[in-house]
């Protein structure tokens, strides 16, 4: 079975960037749709971004227009960048394969820390 992992998160001010990747250990080509969850403390986790294997995309509203997903299937690897980030993106971020267009998978990351502080 393909593994997740993640990689690239951290602390950040408010407004700047990081970019998350997601490494699978073996072929993502097969999996139609990759992408991203988050879950902040005391919350659900929830959709961020996800990309299909032919590259559409579907992302949240809240994310719209600052994030950007992005897939290599030759590397085996999703990408997240997140640019001007707010202080309400802090969370869990979690790579995630296999759902649907606005479906979990059943394949997921460890998750990474996104921290947006001051």
């Known amino acids: 079975q393909v593994q997740l992992v993640e990689s690239g998160g951290g602390l950040v001010q408010p407004g700047g960037s990081l970019r998350l990747s997601c490494a699978a250990s073996?072929?993502?080509?097969?999996?139609?749709?990759m992408g991203w969850y988050r879950q902040a403390p005391g919350k659900q986790r929830e959709l961020v971004a996800v990309?299909?294997?032919?590259?559409?995309?579907n992302y949240a509203d809240s994310v719209k227009g600052r994030f950007t997903i992005s897939r290599d299937n030759a590397k085996n690897t999703i990408y997240l960048q997140m640019n001007s980030l707010k202080p309400e993106d802090t969370a869990v971020y979690y790579c995630?394969?296999?759902?649907?267009?606005?479906?979990?998978?059943?394949?997921w990351g460890q998750g990474t820390q996104v921290t947006v502080s001051s």
């Open positions: 990309i299909t294997s032919v590259g559409d995309t």
């Open positions: 073996g072929s993502i080509f097969s999996i139609y749709v």
């Open positions: 995630n394969g296999g759902g649907g267009i606005a479906t979990m998978g059943k394949l």
